[in-house]
């Protein structure tokens, strides 16, 4: 007991002296596998490899042959081959039905009075029609409407049977000239980065009126902003434009390999990276750069598995490539028996940028509260070690960089990461799914100078950052695979360290809410700072105790997982007391008595009622709300109070155990807008009336 106290007491103090033991000695470099093997991966890794793959799947934007829609795509017959030539234990290309797509074959836009000349060309560049742009063949003045996505843009203006130019959004622009007030068709020069990139086109498109939409350019923000300069200076000018387009019956089209575990074949992970950003729309780095990467650590793996310098993993391997969320829920629809036998999933989306060039950092966005896990703890690891030994430290600068990874036509630059709360947009929203249950995570390579436009190329890519998240997330990867109680021992003491650095973390953050607040809103912001706290202790310890799905029967581990477990308990409960206190003194300050908060109705309320999905609850389900006699479009509005940010998680945390306000309480402490209990309240009527959660 003395003992236990006296490490309880070491844990408040490294947390109350400004994180010391954040700090890491300078010679200290080590990961979860041995440094043997550390070499090993280093050695066999390709940026080139992974790079040469983007090269070619990506290397300029192509047009779609017809027999392409009508058999398969040549992303996925690429990857199927290189799968087969590797030698994965197996390897499939499998067909989901989908709704038919548009595909551009014609856009030309040209000037043709006062000059000749052409302003945009589908063949040189796809982005510059926009997606949805209906056949056309018109001749017409060029107007200028300033954004033209407000009516007051239009004032004084008559563009019917006019071609629009505008700077606002594509399908904005398109809804307000065309559909509203009759022109021709549009021309925007809408852009991410106008100055940064001037010449970039975004890929935008227009929808949701397919009978009457015409069509629609995109231009680069210099060529818009030129025709806009002698539109507003008087001059006019006539364009043609022409357009032909079809819409194409397709199937997805998702390459599925393996390589089966060992001892456990029927626990498994799952690397995933989406083959298609879209059909027509083709992007390097989103998302060739990461399918071209998780091709390389499947090669890698079985070099060195056959070279005999890698065990095969205890648990198997899966591979999936898919067309961007659309093709990944059929496929976990399909194969949920095979999915329930997954611990995680890492779904790499856009990871090749050019770091320096593109301003960005490698991110990990990880697993939302309501999928603690390991995953991200490991990744972390590993992140932290290609970071502390691919700079060059002030201490070891004889050294340079002590264990580089670096791609022979690949940049030099210093690795930079960030750890960064859970975020959802691609594939792994579908693992995390409340239908699902796989905790997945999305490395990511933000921000990206050149992202959804026809910047989006190899020449804005590095082979190394490509070798580095290749090698971050095969170590990554394999060390979950590959865990026995060892490797889940490590895990355990990772997950341990890291979660007491997060909690004074967040102690840092609830005493910074309390010093912020004013006087009026202090017993509020301490009611909201104190429920921030008491979620990071949940989530810590909810994290910790994931790991032992990695234990088997190995009771020692377990116990040594309890141990560190109740250490985290006992000191998030002393941080409650010391936030308690810095409450105290601040309400002293400000001449107010610290109150403890109290519940109010609709948290009474949500007390006492724990919702339970019902079987209905299977597979993919997203934010969608069954069609039912009980449910009109006035109810689901009446009832759908609740954040639409928040209704992913909101679905997570269903799980039988939960109350209602167990859920508002995790909700409100990872949003940055408060989370009411009434909210969370009406959106569980909804569901119920739906048919998917009893009460």
């Not at 234990?89 to 000037?111: K, P, R």
């Not at 022109?183 to 991410?192: D, E, H, N, T």
């Not at 095969?312 to 969320?325: C, G």
């Amino acid at each position: 007991m003395i003992f236990r106290k006296i490490v309880i007491s070491i844990f408040i103090g490294l947390f109350f002296c400004g994180f010391a033991g954040a700090q890491i000695a300078p010679w200290h470099y080590q990961t979860l596998i041995s440094e043997e093997l550390v070499d090993k991966f280093i050695g066999e890794i390709s940026g080139e490899i992974a790079m040469s793959h983007v090269y070619e799947m990506a290397a300029y934007n192509r047009g779609r042959t017809l027999e392409e829609y009508q058999t398969t795509f040549r992303e996925a017959t690429y990857v199927y081959n290189k799968a087969v030539e590797y030698g994965f234990d197996t390897v499939e290309i499998e067909y989901f039905e989908s709704d038919s797509i548009w595909d551009g074959e014609v856009g030309e836009l040209w000037e043709i009075s006062p000059n000749l000349t052409e302003i945009a060309d589908y063949d040189d560049q796809k982005a510059v029609l926009a997606k949805g742009s209906k056949s056309a063949e018109i001749t017409a003045e060029l107007v200028y409407v300033g954004s033209g996505t407000k009516d007051a843009d239009y004032n004084d203006l008559d563009v019917k049977g006019k071609i629009v130019l505008g700077y606002g959004g594509t399908n904005s622009l398109h809804k307000k000239a065309v559909l509203e007030r009759e022109a021709a068709g549009v021309v925007s020069y809408a852009s991410i980065h106008p100055v940064y990139d001037p010449d970039q086109v975004p890929w935008f498109g227009i929808y949701g009126a397919e009978t009457k939409q015409t069509f629609a350019f995109n231009l680069g923000y210099r060529r818009g902003n030129e025709l806009r300069k002698r539109l507003e200076k008087g001059e006019e000018i006539t364009v043609r434009a022409t357009v032909k387009s079809s819409i194409q019956p397709y199937k997805h089209n998702i390459v599925h390999a393996s390589i089966k575990g060992r001892e456990l074949p029927d626990e498994s992970i799952i690397f995933s990276a989406h083959l298609f950003e879209g059909i027509a729309k083709q992007g390097a780095n989103d998302d060739i750069s990461g399918s071209a990467v998780i091709l390389e650590i499947g090669r890698a793996y079985l070099q060195m598995i056959k070279d005999g310098s890698l065990e095969r993993p205890r648990r198997t391997i899966h591979f999936i490539w898919v067309p961007e969320i659309h093709g990944t829920e059929p496929w976990i629809k399909k194969h949920l028996d095979l999915v329930k036998t997954m611990l995680v999933n890492l779904n790499l989306d856009m990871v090749g940028a050019h770091m320096s060039k593109s301003r960005g950092s490698y991110n990990l966005q990880r697993t939302p509260y309501s999928r603690p896990s390991y995953l991200n703890d490991v990744l972390q690891n590993v992140m932290e070690y290609v970071a502390h030994t691919n700079r060059e430290i002030l201490n070891n600068r004889p050294r340079l960089f002590t264990k580089p990874i670096i791609a022979p036509t690949g940049s030099q630059d210093p690795f930079q990461y960030n750890i960064d709360y859970h975020y959802g947009s691609s594939d792994h929203i579908m693992f995390n799914d409340w239908g699902v249950g796989v905790p997945g995570v999305m490395p990511i390579t933000w921000p990206d100078m050149y992202y959804h436009s026809s910047s989006d190329r190899p020449v804005n890519m590095d082979p190394t950052q490509m070798k580095r998240a290749a090698f971050i997330n095969a170590v990554s990867g394999y060390a979950i695979a590959n865990a026995d109680g060892q490797m889940a021992l490590k895990i355990a003491s990772d997950s341990f360290s890291y979660g007491l650095d997060r909690l004074g973390k967040e102690f840092k953050r609830t005493t910074e809410m309390l010093s912020s607040s004013e006087a009026s809103n202090l017993s509020i912001t301490y009611k909201r700072a104190s429920n921030v706290l008491k979620q990071a202790i949940i989530l810590q310890s909810a994290t910790l105790q994931s790991v032992t799905e990695l234990a088997g029967g190995n009771r020692n581990l377990k116990n040594y997982v309890s141990s560190l477990d109740k250490d985290i308990i006992k000191t998030g409960k002393e941080m409650e007391k010391r936030l308690f206190s810095y409450y105290g003194h601040t309400a002293k300050a400000m001449n107010l008595k610290a109150v403890k908060p109290s519940l109010n109705s609709s948290e009474r309320k949500a007390r006492k009622i724990t919702p339970k999905p019902t079987t209905l609850v299977k597979g993919y389900m997203g934010t969608t709300i069954p069609s039912t006699d009980l449910i009109s479009k006035e109810t689901e509005k009446e009832f759908s109070t609740i954040g639409k940010k928040k209704i992913r998680e909101l679905r997570r945390l269903i799980d039988g155990k939960r109350n209602a306000l167990e859920i508002t309480q995790t909700l409100d402490a990872q949003f940055e807008s408060p989370t009411d209990a009434q909210d969370v309240l009406n959106y569980l009527e909804l569901l119920k009336l739906s048919g998917l959660v009893m009460m």
